[in-house]
């Protein structure tokens, strides 16, 4: 009949009402099931501490300003030393400069030392004005630095963009 259950090591039937009962009793009941999936809290390992990170974090954006041409400038740093993160998305917008070698570069640590990992140089009347440096997922679990170096005087003082994505590990 619907509604009715056999439960372990009994023979008679019971009712939904004493099987929630039963489990509530139970070491490995709902109260264990519930300490899973809670963990130690929103920072744990539990289930509910790992499944609130898949949203990622919120967007990152900015711009900033540099002298370009004189020398290599920092753009942004993304990530956190010894911390895994999944760096989905870095957009980087070049249309305020006028340089036909803009040159971007990434940098992150490489067995405790840090070392250049990527290296495009573009063109800012040729070339799109946003660039989509990272399309996909990279994991990184050290800071990757941004630079950007422009051979042209008319784009120092000028503003870069940028838009990011990265989600906790």
């Keep these: 009949m619907p509604g009715e259950f056999f439960i372990e090591g009994q023979t008679e ?14 070491s490995y009941g709902l ?3 519930k300490g899973l999936v809670e963990g130690l809290g929103a920072t744990s390992n539990g289930i509910a501490g790992q499944t609130a990170k898949l949203g ?3 967007p990152g954006t900015g711009s900033i300003v540099g002298d370009w041409e004189t020398a290599e400038n920092d753009l942004i740093t993304l990530g956190a030393e010894g911390v895994a993160f999944k760096l989905h998305s870095l957009l980087v917008s070049i249309h305020a400069l006028a340089g036909t070698a803009v040159t971007l570069r990434l940098y992150t640590k490489v067995n405790g030392v840090e070392r250049k990992v990527y290296e495009q140089v573009f063109d800012a009347a040729a070339d799109p004005a946003g ?5 996909g ?4 679990h050290e800071t990757l630095l941004v630079t950007l170096q422009s051979d042209d005087p008319a784009d120092n003082g000028q503003w870069i963009d940028y838009d990011y994505l990265l989600e906790a590990m």
Excluded: C, F, Q, S
């Excluded at 039937?13 to 139970?26: C, Q």
């Excluded at 660039?131 to 399309?135: D, F």
């Excluded at 997922?137 to 990184?140: G, K």
């Design 13 to 26: 039937k019971t009712d939904l009402a004493r099987v929630i009962e039963t489990v509530m009793n139970e």
């Design 137 to 140: 997922t990279v994991a990184i």
């Design 131 to 135: 660039l989509w440096i990272v399309n």
């Design 31 to 33: 109260e264990a099931l």
């Design 56 to 58: 990622g974090l919120a």
